[in-house]
């Protein structure tokens, strides 16, 4: 069974099927889901892929030290379930992962 995200948004709720260690960035990318920009490519440099975690089958890893001060720095404010979908892998992290997005990325 493969891994799932589900996004949602202010207008819409997808749900996609992940590739095994694909980020929730990645997969938000290669499938259009509105909401996740990922301008620096996954390297948690730029906080364009801000999520909030809503409900996680898995064990998220603990923020590292450039995710934590990446999310002080997001457009929309940081709240205690932030996370970079950057950061967080299919499969490794979680099996099923139920993510909000803010309402603006930059």
């Known amino acids: 069974m493969m891994p799932r995200i589900v996004y949602i948004g202010s207008e819409d709720r997808r749900e996609i099927d992940a590739e095994e260690g694909q980020s929730v960035m990645r997969a938000a990318i290669l499938n ?4 996740i920009v990922g301008e620096c490519g996954g390297q948690a440099m730029c ?10 089958e898995g064990e998220l890893p603990e923020i590292g030290e450039d995710e934590d001060e990446m999310l002080d720095c997001t457009a929309d404010p940081r709240r205690e379930n932030s996370r ?9 992290d979680f099996a099923e992962l139920e993510v909000r997005l803010p309402s603006s990325q930059v």
């Open 84 to 92: 970079l979908g950057c950061q967080l892998s299919a499969g490794e």
């Open 32 to 35: 259009g889901v509105d909401g």
């Open 47 to 56: 906080a364009t892929c801000h999520v909030f975690v809503e409900r996680v």
